[in-house]
């Protein structure tokens, strides 16, 4: 009988309770600063790199240690990763979030300052987030021999909390073939000198005049919306789902990390039929269009061996692994080297079209799990994903299969994880099952890598579990053999 | 909950099994092949009603073959 526990942790939930103290019960934002100058650069790719620098001084004395970060609804939906550092300083700012606001209905997220910040004084933040998804193909369909277009919409007025003396907003595509950029007049008017600047593949717009706070419910950001329609000639995949596993093994001392994939090529939707023959001489000519992504690259751990690839059809043999080169010592723990894994899926993937495929391979145990000879328990480090360059993973599923009989375990993920579960997984010699821990997570980027710390105890019974399960069947098979000898099976008279 | 020390993790010794791994396969060939040779000794004890010799050579064989089968399944790359 499978137990399941569920221990469900919203993360606002968690936020509010621990966040009491930041979010005000009436949820008045204290407007204890003023952005003297935001500078929005938006770097175009597969995600958008949004990295805001905020130039603040504070006006008062209390409520002076937390900034308030507010994100649209819209830019809320598309944005999977924020981090916050002093320019100047190093290491990051906390940044929690805090849900939506009643009246405004803009999201609010804290970012506690490393001190309170006095009246009167001067600090820069840079703030950095990654969209998913943001930007959308035009035309939507395509054929595989055309380019690849994409429109950036974005609000061109910063929406904060405080008062804005002056800002800008910069957008830098790909490639400098920027078919058009759109600013609204309404947004013209409240440019300083010239609304918007092309120069290369970056379109300015700004700086703008003085701006009261914008995330109340009064003011209303549609007429200010800019967009840029652009070139884009990088591959635009997208993780539509992960599901990782990871299986601890004592007696092999061995980690066997699995992925299933499913991933979609978010080019514009390929027009009309497939022609293997045009894709064959485009392959052949070496000018293949930026819609068609033909292969993947995954890194993996330099440990790794015996590495397999399969989808529903069968083995994949169309892929090359190159394990990491063996450096020793020094030189090793300098620079790690990862061994690479080039796989080419059965079709190369045309706009809009999907692939679902598994990954695995197999690492020696040492590399990933520390014994704590004080605590008396093991320590496991498992990456929550292995990250493809600039490709958002849409949701994502990392099951780490704790060996037979582990006790005390504590779980420690790498960032707040809506979902975590506890269950049982049963698998070969197994005899009362393993404890699997199965996190959730959505909305995830390439900067979602990090470890996931798991400790755990073994006792020494537990180790034996095996081998004595495979000696009790073979007793049984003995016993069956005793008793058949004894049994008298002649035909008598 | 609160996040692991990377810190403290980077300065613990690495896991290491209590049965070096190059000894496997050895050690699957070794206690398979002892634990059959067993079970065929078994087969050719004589019958008697009770006999402790017929019992401690079927926990022999079976505890060999129990270790032996788990070092197999790690030789041929089930990692149990």
């Known amino acids: 009988m499978r137990t399941q526990l569920h221990l469900l942790l919203l993360a606002a939930a968690a936020a509010a309770a621990a966040a009491a103290d930041l979010w005000p019960t009436h949820q008045r934002l204290a407007p204890s600063f003023i952005n003297t100058d935001v500078a929005r650069t938006v770097e175009l790719s597969s995600q958008a790199y949004v990295k805001a620098s905020y130039s603040i001084q504070s006006l008062s004395d209390v409520d002076n240690d937390v900034f308030y970060l507010t994100l649209s609804e819209e830019e809320e939906k598309v944005t999977g990763w924020i981090e916050a550092k002093v320019k100047g300083a190093s290491g990051g700012l906390q940044v929690k979030r805090l849900g939506q606001h009643a009246d405004s209905l803009v999201y609010v997220y804290a970012i506690t300052l490393p001190k309170a910040l006095p009246k009167g004084e001067s600090l820069t933040l840079l703030i950095d987030t990654i969209e998913s998804h943001a930007t959308y193909p035009k035309p939507a369909f395509a054929s595989q021999v055309d380019n690849h277009f994409r429109v950036y919409e974005a609000d061109g007025l910063v929406l904060s909390p405080y008062e804005t003396t002056s800002q800008r907003l910069r957008i830098k595509a790909p490639t400098p073939n920027i078919r058009s950029y759109h600013i609204p007049p309404a947004l013209e008017a409240l440019a300083k000198d010239e609304p918007a600047v092309k120069s290369g593949a970056t379109v300015t717009f700004g700086p703008f005049k003085s701006q009261p706070p914008t995330a109340t419910k009064d003011f209303d950001l549609a007429p200010y919306r800019v967009s840029v329609d652009f070139e884009m000639n990088i591959p635009a995949l997208t993780v539509v789902s992960l599901k990782r596993t990871a299986e601890v093994s004592h007696w092999g001392a061995n980690l066997n990390v699995q992925d299933e994939y499913v991933v979609r090529n978010d080019a514009p939707e390929l027009k009309g039929q497939f022609s293997r023959l045009d894709f064959q001489m485009s392959q052949h000519a070496r000018r293949m269009s930026p819609v068609i992504i033909p292969a993947l690259s995954l890194s993996l751990p330099s440990g790794a061996h015996s590495v397999y690839y399969y989808d529903i059809v069968g083995n994949v043999s169309t892929s090359v692994f190159r394990p990491a080169p063996k450096a020793a010592g020094r030189a090793a723990r300098l620079s790690p080297q990862n061994a690479q894994l080039d796989l080419k899926p059965r079709y190369p993937l045309m706009g809009g079209w999907n692939y679902t495929f598994t990954v695995g391979w197999d690492a020696p145990l040492g590399d990933s799990e520390r014994w704590d000879e004080v605590n008396g328990r093991w320590v496991l480090a498992v990456p929550f994903l292995t990250p493809l360059p600039a490709t958002p993973i849409d949701s994502a599923e990392v099951k780490i299969i704790l060996p037979e009989g582990a006790t005390d375990i504590t779980v420690h993920p790498p960032f707040d994880v809506p979902l975590i579960e506890r269950g049982h997984h049963i698998t070969y010699l197994d005899t009362i099952g393993r404890p699997a821990f199965t996190f959730h997570a959505e909305k995830l980027t390439e900067r979602h890598d990090g470890l996931i710390y798991i400790t755990y105890k073994v006792p020494t019974a537990a180790h034996l579990q095996k081998p004595l399960a495979v000696a009790a069947a073979a007793l049984i098979v003995f016993s069956v053999m005793w008793t058949l000898k004894r049994v008298d099976m002649t035909i008598k008279k | ?80």
């Open chain 2, 1 to 80: 909950m609160e996040s692991y020390s990377q810190e403290l993790y980077a300065k613990l010794p690495p896991f290491t099994p209590i049965i070096p791994i190059s000894l496997l396969p050895y050690i699957a060939l070794v206690l398979c092949s002892s634990a059959f040779l067993l079970g065929f000794y078994f087969t050719t004890i004589p019958k008697s009603l009770f006999s402790i010799h017929e019992i401690f050579v079927a926990l022999l064989a079976s505890v060999l073959a129990g270790f032996g089968v788990v070092a197999l399944f790690n030789y041929f790359g089930v990692y149990v």
